[in-house]
């Protein structure tokens, strides 16, 4: 779980977004009425977002007039289509303001992790490791990352600030995959793993005379795959192996038996589908107390 203050942050800024001056409509409503409401999910999930979505209705309402959120399921549960994920009881104004931005973060978040579902469950056999990416919602981060963890996958670096990925650029700029490595050795705590991005066999045959901790296989076919393993596995210095660039649930069962390490795609945060979550009201009452 990502710390509170990153959670607080990011629900703030999100209803300052939709609330702006005031919620002009949620108005229309007397401010003492009381309700109770069910959230149900439309569709088979993995629900992921329950802290952002509580801390919506905290920075909504005071202490005289807060909202009590009953949940019937926790973070990395699957949900079936058409089940109730919480009951709220408590002001509706409150309710009605905070429940897009609410849902949003749970859509979003929710959908990531059951995307993530999905790409693991073909990995099940194996040990390989699915990994998230840096190609996430700007601002949301930290969050994809959990919804990540949420749905069966491991995360890769946080940032620019937590692992050496070196890139084709960087090697461009540099001018070589050895000189690259070697400035990563001189430059960085020596706790960080040093990782290079490679596309050919003779790349591969560099980074590995340059030990290289981890290389990473990009948009290698699945015979070039099984060729670059075959030459890891004979090197005096051996590299762990992760494979990123054209990863699709049809290919992951192709993957998962060749002797990789890890799965790298971005399309789990950045191909996000939202999953379908309705807000229903149940019951309107000036004075209504909780059943819980």
Same mark, same amino acid.
């Given at each position: 779980?990502?710390?509170?203050?990153?959670?607080?942050?990011? =629900?703030?800024?999100?209803?300052?977004?939709?609330? !702006?001056?005031?919620?002009?409509?949620? /108005?229309?409503?007397?401010?003492?009425?009381?309700?109770?409401?069910?959230?149900?999910?439309?569709?088979?999930?993995?629900?992921?977002?329950? &802290? $952002?979505?509580?801390?919506?209705?905290?920075?909504?309402?005071?202490?005289?007039?807060?909202?009590?959120?009953? $949940?019937?399921?926790?973070?990395?549960?699957?949900? &079936?289509?058409?089940?109730? +994920?919480?009951?709220?009881?408590?002001?509706?104004? /409150?309710?009605?303001?905070?429940?897009?931005?609410?849902?949003?973060?749970?859509?979003?978040?929710?959908?990531?992790?059951?995307?993530?579902?999905?790409? +693991?469950?073909?990995?099940?056999? /194996?040990?390989?490791?699915?990994?998230?990416?840096?190609?996430?919602?700007?601002?949301?981060? &930290?969050?994809?990352?959990?919804? +990540?963890?949420? !749905?069966?996958?491991?995360?890769?670096?946080?940032?620019?600030?937590?692992?050496?990925?070196?890139?084709?650029?960087?090697?461009?700029?540099?001018?070589?995959?050895?000189?690259?490595?070697?400035?990563?050795?001189?430059?960085?705590?020596?706790?960080?793993?040093?990782?290079?991005?490679?596309?050919?066999?003779?790349?591969?045959?560099?980074?590995?005379?340059?030990?290289?901790?981890?290389?990473?296989?990009?948009?290698?076919? %699945?015979?070039?795959?099984?060729?670059?393993?075959?030459? %890891?596995?004979?090197?005096?210095?051996?590299?762990?192996?992760? =494979?990123?660039?054209?990863?699709?649930?049809?290919?992951?069962?192709?993957?998962?038996?060749?002797?990789?390490?890890?799965?790298?795609?971005?399309?789990?945060?950045?191909? +996000?589908?939202?999953?379908?979550?309705?807000?229903?009201? /149940?019951?309107?009452?000036?004075?209504?107390?909780?059943?819980?």
């Amino acid at each position: 779980m990502p710390p509170y203050s990153i959670i607080k942050h990011q =629900v703030s800024y999100a209803l300052a977004e939709d609330i !702006g001056s005031g919620d002009v409509t949620a /108005s229309l409503i007397p401010k003492e009425n009381q309700i109770t409401a069910h959230l149900i999910c439309r569709e088979s999930a993995i629900l992921c977002g329950q &802290e $952002w979505f509580n801390e919506v209705f905290q920075q909504l309402t005071h202490s005289q007039d807060s909202i009590q959120i009953h $949940w019937h399921f926790n973070d990395g549960d699957t949900i &079936e289509t058409d089940q109730c +994920v919480c009951t709220l009881l408590g002001n509706a104004r /409150s309710i009605l303001t905070g429940e897009r931005t609410a849902m949003n973060f749970l859509q979003t978040l929710s959908g990531t992790a059951t995307t993530t579902a999905q790409y +693991v469950k073909y990995l099940a056999n /194996s040990a390989i490791k699915l990994l998230d990416t840096r190609k996430t919602l700007p601002g949301l981060r &930290e969050a994809q990352k959990y919804a +990540v963890r949420c !749905g069966g996958g491991y995360n890769h670096r946080q940032g620019l600030f937590d692992g050496i990925l070196i890139k084709e650029n960087h090697i461009m700029a540099v001018g070589s995959i050895t000189r690259a490595i070697e400035n990563a050795r001189h430059n960085s705590p020596h706790t960080l793993k040093i990782e290079v991005e490679i596309e050919t066999l003779a790349e591969l045959e560099e980074a590995l005379t340059a030990k290289a901790d981890i290389l990473l296989l990009d948009n290698m076919s %699945n015979e070039m795959l099984i060729k670059a393993v075959q030459f %890891n596995q004979n090197s005096p210095h051996q590299a762990k192996l992760e =494979v990123s660039g054209n990863i699709t649930e049809q290919r992951l069962s192709d993957l998962a038996h060749i002797g990789i390490d890890y799965i790298s795609t971005g399309a789990i945060t950045k191909h +996000v589908k939202a999953t379908d979550f309705s807000l229903r009201f /149940s019951s309107t009452k000036t004075n209504i107390k909780s059943p819980y």
